[in-house]
């Protein structure tokens, strides 16, 4: 069965620090990559996305992703995080159908 | 302009007892989605609907039932909640192309609370 592995469930990190959160799908063919982002109390609101072409995604506030397909991987990179980064994200794979699986979610900490 | 919206927000209420809730989506989306969020925020699918034709229907007790009126509107109703029925439901559109789903837009949320 087609899964979405987010190793990290909780990062904790300074301001300023650089973050990057893991994302493994399991599926051999073409997909759809996404990473949403959860602020507390609120819905889940889209970073970035890959559907193709340059495999390194730029998405809003700073994100940015990178699609490597040898590794199966979609990883979120962030230079520099702020205490307003503080949220949940989630990684999202489509793999051309209708449904969307979404992995179990991070919830990054940024502390002041 | 509000892109997807739910109704209620908050929703407490007893076991045993039926509930709804809606939304609505103005994107003009063709796919529209349930999602059920428990406290550890995992988020799972639960519905989705086509032009108004059900497409996924994953494992959920049959005490939830679907319904989309319109490609515009779906609803969610409950019937005999549970205590375990208690998380945050998420209405969410997106359109679906042949090379599958684009980005899903969420609604707010509707947090079910069962006493």
């Known amino acids: 069965a087609q899964s979405v592995s987010q190793h990290n469930h909780h990062v904790i990190l300074s301001e300023a620090a650089s973050l990057e959160l893991g994302c493994n799908y399991s599926?051999?063919?073409?997909?759809?990559l996404f990473w949403y982002v959860q602020y507390p109390g609120q819905h889940l609101q889209l970073l970035l996305k890959?559907?193709?072409?340059?495999?390194l995604v730029k998405g809003i506030k700073g994100f940015e992703a990178e699609f490597i397909k040898s590794k199966f991987s979609f990883n979120l990179r962030k230079p520099s995080v702020q205490w307003s980064d503080t949220a949940e994200y989630f990684c999202a794979v489509n793999t051309g159908g209708f449904k969307t699986i979404f992995g179990a979610g991070t919830r990054l900490f940024v502390k002041a | 302009d509000t892109a997807v919206s739910q109704t209620p927000k908050y929703l407490v209420t007893q076991m045993g007892n039926d509930k709804s809730i809606k939304c609505e989506q103005n994107?003009?989306?063709?796919?529209m989605y349930w999602y059920k969020q428990d406290s550890k925020k995992f988020l799972k699918i639960m519905f989705s609907?086509?032009?108004?034709?059900?497409?996924i229907n994953e494992t959920v007790p049959n005490r939830f039932s679907p319904k989309s009126p319109d490609k515009a509107h779906l609803n969610l109703h409950i019937n005999s909640l549970e205590l375990g029925d208690s998380a945050v439901y998420f209405c969410?559109?997106?359109?679906?192309?042949?090379?599958?789903?684009?980005?899903?837009?969420f609604g707010p949320g509707t947090r079910l609370t069962v006493l």
């Open positions: 969410a559109s997106s359109q679906v192309r042949s090379s599958g789903s684009d980005e899903q837009f």
């Open positions: 599926y051999g063919g073409t997909v759809n």
């Open positions: 609907y086509n032009n108004k034709e059900l497409i």
């Open positions: 994107l003009g989306h063709d796919t």
């Open positions: 890959y559907f193709s072409g340059d495999p």
